[in-house]
């Protein structure tokens, strides 16, 4: 599978911005889609992820109530909704997708880069 990630950008604190992360080339449905975030300086770290099969999703402590992942099977993308942005979600974000069968995410998209400002 190959991912294509977009919609960063630089927004005031509280404001909302919404990732895609586009997925071609193998079945959508068998697969985790993860969103993961790395801020200067940081580990990167896991954000939110969904099961393509039956939209199970899982979402960090930090991002709970404010985060939303959500999937479009049809255009084979994934989106993670972000409001209430604050100035500690400033990171790259990036897209993973994993097959279900394995734990590591194996493919991953290239980085977009969110700014949020107080």
């Known amino acids: 599978v190959q991912l294509q990630a977009s919609g960063g950008g630089s927004v005031q604190a509280g404001e909302s911005l919404r990732l895609s992360c586009a997925a071609s080339g193998s079945t959508f449905s068998s697969y985790y889609m993860g969103w993961f975030r790395q801020a200067p300086g940081k580990e990167r770290e896991f954000v939110a992820s969904?099961?393509?099969?039956?939209?199970?999703?899982y979402y960090t402590d930090s991002v709970k109530g404010r985060f939303t992942i959500s999937k479009d099977n049809a255009k084979n993308t994934v989106y993670l909704q972000m409001n209430s942005l604050k100035s500690e979600d400033t990171a790259v974000y990036y897209c993973?997708?994993?097959?279900?069968?394995?734990?590591?995410?194996?493919?991953w998209g290239q980085g977009t880069l969110v700014t949020v400002s107080s």
């Open positions: 969904i099961r393509c099969s039956d939209g199970t999703t």
């Open positions: 993973g997708a994993r097959r279900t069968t394995v734990v590591r995410y194996e493919t």
